[in-house]
């Protein structure tokens, strides 16, 4: 286990002085060092490089705030329902421009970017960069960042003022807005960059640092989004035309077939459980996790985490202990999202995803005892699974109520095998190779391999009371669409992706509503997962620009987001 924490800190300490958008994209900057003289040495680019990831580790950022960002979607919600100006409201679908996690969110992707820019630049301009592979590849890793915190920006708020130049004033800080489809070039000529002057992951490789998988994943992932719907200023949802967009599953398919040429990424050889069981304790594998975000916390520090804390199985606090016993015991965890229920029922029984994506228990604190029990819950009481506090290792049970080390994983194999798959579907033209791969994720779950042969069975149970009718499943090519609707949900719940699919297939609504009405957990008057009667479409396709920033920024001429 390699882990680069310190690095990231000393970082974060010494990029402070001449970083600017501290907090927002148009503050001043405020700089006691000079740039241009600051990259003198590839050991100073290195820790420019730091300071983008302590950026987006930040425990504001990537640490916790991100969290909120993907939920609800047909998979999981928040457990409470009053309005915060912060989580709830964001996952609920009652969020304003007010809202401190959008803030923060806003705040650290532009900080990030910025600093990335700076990078990009001070390291371009130094002597010896074109000879200088070390430099090239430094000069990657900023522009995956770069590009990776460009595709949130996208994807959140839509067309942003956007730069690949470093804010060094007021004036070059405030931007109008750009348009996605310009962002989304600048996006892939930065990811295309990176996969150029990256090498490949290794056994030996620490996948908390870009790679050409990381950075090719990536980039098949930008083109699935770009080739699919997006809310419009104008308040419609549109996506590309076809010729389009099939140029867009094509480039994906070309990513696919450089990581089938490279041959060394695939699925964890400790199995899907063991791989979540493995992030959760800092075991790094790097064959199937492509790139993570790295946590550790020391108290009064950055860079602590909250995932398997409050997206993770409730953990009651220890009372009653020695101080010499606490580091014994798992510290609490709150147990902020709950999983709808209906999808433990949608698995098979076999297939080792199930228990996995739902813990349907948690853990109690005995003061007799001096132990945590385990109390199995009702549905609608069952916990999002993939981290948790039991699987962390010993050394960061209980350094910390609120935070702790567990990596955040972006970018995975098994995704990228289902991107593939639905890349090859849609060209229309290879449907034997999109099942093949959809059933290699299957396969590796112990679940039973789909085929047109067999999918009316294997969906029966399902259409009886989900019957997704805003997908036509009477083609070939509609068929897999439906099964790759399932499949996503079943590998990827939780991961930051799902509700992301739903906006490019142009479904989120539908599904809300369709999840929303079925579930049992809506059954009382009081109804925890409300989202299908909160969401509106046409507006919460995107987040509302921060209402500092519309006030701060001339250019965005007052204008907000449809219908903010």
Not at 287 to 310: D, P
Not at 479 to 487: G, P, Q, V
């Amino acid at each position: 286990m390699k882990k680069y924490h310190l690095l990231y800190l000393l970082s974060a300490l010494l990029l402070a002085g001449f970083t600017s958008c501290e907090d927002m994209l148009t503050e001043k900057p405020n700089s006691s060092y000079d740039k241009d003289g600051y990259f003198d040495s590839e050991a100073k680019a290195e820790m420019a490089i730091m300071g983008i990831y302590s950026s987006i580790s930040d425990k504001d950022h990537y640490g916790w705030c991100e969290m909120a960002a993907p939920a609800s979607d047909d998979t999981y919600y928040t457990s409470r329902t009053h309005s915060d100006n912060q989580v709830h409201d964001i996952a609920h679908y009652r969020i304003n421009s007010t809202n401190t996690w959008v803030e923060n969110l806003w705040k650290f992707k532009y900080q990030a970017i910025d600093r990335a820019n700076m990078a990009i630049d001070g390291i371009r301009h130094m002597t010896g960069y074109e000879e200088n592979k070390k430099l090239k590849a430094l000069e990657a890793e900023a522009r995956f960042l770069r590009a990776f915190m460009a595709f949130d920006l996208v994807k959140y708020w839509g067309d942003v003022p956007f730069k690949t130049t470093y804010s060094e004033s007021y004036e070059s800080a405030y931007q109008p807005r750009a348009s996605r489809e310009t962002i989304y070039d600048e996006i892939i000529a930065d990811l295309t960059f990176a996969k150029e002057n990256t090498e490949w992951a290794t056994a030996g490789s620490d996948p908390e640092r870009v790679t050409q998988g990381a950075a090719r994943a990536l980039l098949m992932r930008v083109y699935l989004q770009r080739a699919g719907y997006s809310l419009q200023m104008d308040g419609k949802l549109t996506r590309p035309e076809e010729g389009k967009r099939k140029e867009y599953f094509n480039a994906v398919i070309e990513e696919w077939k450089a990581f089938q040429a490279n041959g060394y990424h695939d699925f964890h050889p400790g199995g899907y459980d063991t791989l979540f069981k493995d992030i959760s304790y800092g075991t790094q594998n790097p064959k199937e996790t492509l790139w993570e975000i790295s946590f550790f916390h020391m108290q009064g520090k950055r860079n602590g985490g909250a995932w398997g804390i409050y997206n993770g199985p409730m953990v009651g606090e220890p009372t009653g202990l020695a101080a010499s016993e606490a580091n014994q015991h798992m510290g609490r965890a709150n147990g902020f999202f709950i999983v709808v229920p209906e999808w433990r029922g949608f698995f098979e029984e076999t297939d080792t995803r199930r228990d996995v994506m739902v813990c349907t228990y948690q853990q109690r604190w005995n003061a007799k005892l001096k132990a945590h029990e385990k109390r199995e819950l009702k549905a609608g009481g069952w916990y999002c699974g993939k981290w948790r506090r039991e699987w962390m290792s010993p050394d960061s049970w209980n350094k910390n109520l609120n935070y702790g080390d567990v990596n955040f994983c972006p970018l995975r194999y098994a995704d990228v095998v289902l991107m593939a798959a639905e890349a090859y579907n849609e060209t229309g033209n290879a449907q034997s190779t999109a099942w093949e791969l959809l059933n290699r994720v299957r396969t590796r779950a112990g679940a039973t391999p789909i085929t047109e042969a067999n999918y009316e069975e294997l969906m029966a149970a399902r259409k009886k009371t989900h019957q997704l009718t805003f997908i036509d499943d009477t083609t070939p090519q509609g068929k897999f669409r439906t099964a790759l609707y399932w499949e996503r949900g079943f590998e990827l719940a939780f991961e930051g992706q799902r509700k992301y699919d739903l906006i490019r297939w142009g479904v989120l609504g539908k599904a809300l509503k369709l999840f929303g009405e079925a579930s049992s957990v809506n059954k009382k008057e009081t109804k925890p997962y409300p989202a299908y009667q909160t969401f509106t479409e046409g507006k919460h396709e995107l987040f509302p620009i921060p209402l500092k920033e519309i006030q701060s920024n001339p250019k965005l001429e007052g204008k907000n987001n449809p219908r903010y």
